[in-house]
DNA sequence: TTGGATCAGTGGCTCATCCACTTCGGATGA
DNA sequence: TCATCCGAAGTGGATGAGCCACTGATCCAA
């Protein structure tokens, strides 16, 4: 067993959490000012320092701005947001929003940036790349339980944008995985078995080992399009 | 005239500099623990309290983790980062670092995106976005100067992201208009004058309010290519 | 071998206080 | 009348001392 490490939420996380959604769901619209940090601190029942360190992960994931003897206005994050939001978005939008939206969009863009990636890397991939890949995909199915074959899994994803020989695949891939885990976390949704999910996921490391760029990047549409289905259930 | 923003770093901006700088060097290793806080707040002397607030905006950016009790430490930000970092990564590789394959990624990662973007625009576009996207266009041909004409061209590429029917990809674009604006700001790099940046980009822009997809990724690969090449100096 | 108690080291969080920046309106002087 | 200056009010920035909570190692007792 895969030992669940308790989630444990801290002070700031908890108000970060508080405020993303305070924000998200419009009670502070874009563009308006956020009340003064001692009373916002105040109403949360909060030291100001705490209260900063929560704005300041807001600030970070561009959500808000602060400025210096003027106040933190919020800002709209379709336009200063990162993809780093998107796990916040997520949370936010599985929870009381209820804009499933999110989740198709983000695993149309894992579909459509896979295939890119996947083309990518059997284009570049070393041999040595190919031989590891092989090797974690027997790990994938030979994992014990639908949750080490998820962690496997997503080692391939990694394996592949690194294969691709450039980092900033490898940066968006963790993005995206890292939303992909949100969901998961708050769905529990219902995975296939190893040797299944191994199947699905065989012929796309096939095709990239062989360096053969159309058909990695077929496989990765169909393998893509599968995973979506099982995940969104549809 | 442009307001000039003004850098104006806080102490913590400069903090979260140096310590980036300290990470991304290597001098703490992926893996390795930083110094309690204690102490690393006294060898840079500032307070305890500020040394924190530059940690955390580490921490969300995924080059650090700290964990109560046992202390901070180094990530692998290839695994664990996102998009996000490209700023500071850019910062650095252009800095000491002198790693200019960075440069070299992003452009890659935004033509081959921007190529996706493009077509999904052309086939998504609402009429409304047609004509805002030309009106935008126009803009960017009549601005009065180089920098009036960039910031114009980067409203255009957030238009089109906004047509192409996924906000995800908003939040990706987002990313990449940051590090481009870092690399800028870095470099100060001479950029063509309004007219001639807006003949580049027409053919683009016409093809997606066209509506004709395969076009509008061909203009895309073009136009970013060339993007590249102006940008790069190559 | 196991389980529990202890302790040192580390981050989490608070509190009180002062500094620095921005804004705006009123006093001043041409 | 108008422009300019200046200062008060309001806001975030930063400090430093202090206490609490968690982790991990060690050691002792069952």
């Not at 336009?79 to 989740?103: E, I, K, V």
């Not at 894992?110 to 890119?116: I, K, L, M, P, T």
């Not at 996921?201 to 360096?211: F, S, Y």
Request: net charge neutral.
């Amino acid at each position: 067993m895969t030992t669940s490490p308790i989630a444990h939420d801290s002070l700031v996380d908890a108000l970060v959490n508080r405020l993303r959604d305070d924000v998200l769901a419009r009670r502070y619209p874009a563009g308006s000012r956020l009340p003064p940090e001692r009373d916002l601190a105040a109403s949360y029942g909060v030291t100001r320092t705490s209260l900063k360190h929560a704005l300041v992960r807001l600030a970070q994931a561009g959500l808000v701005e602060t400025r210096h003897g003027v106040g933190t206005v919020v800002l709209d994050y379709r336009r200063h947001g990162g993809p780093d939001l998107l796990p916040m978005l997520l949370t936010h939008a599985l929870g009381d929003g209820a804009d499933d939206r999110w989740l198709t969009e983000v695993f149309e863009v894992r579909q459509e940036v896979g295939a890119v990636v996947a083309a990518r890397a059997a284009a570049h991939r070393s041999a040595d790349q190919a031989d590891a890949l092989r090797a974690q995909m027997a790990a994938v199915t030979s994992a014990r339980d639908a949750d080490a074959a998820q962690l496997a899994e997503a080692e391939v994803h990694r394996m592949l944008a690194a294969a691709a020989g450039n980092r900033v695949y490898e940066l968006l891939v963790n993005s995206l995985l890292k939303a992909y885990l949100e969901v998961r976390s708050l769905f529990r949704a219902p995975f296939a078995d190893p040797a299944v999910a191994g199947a699905r996921l065989a012929p796309l490391v096939d095709a990239v080992c062989a360096g053969a760029p159309d058909a990695a990047r077929t496989a990765a549409e169909a393998y893509l399009a599968r995973t979506r289905e099982l995940m969104l259930g549809r």
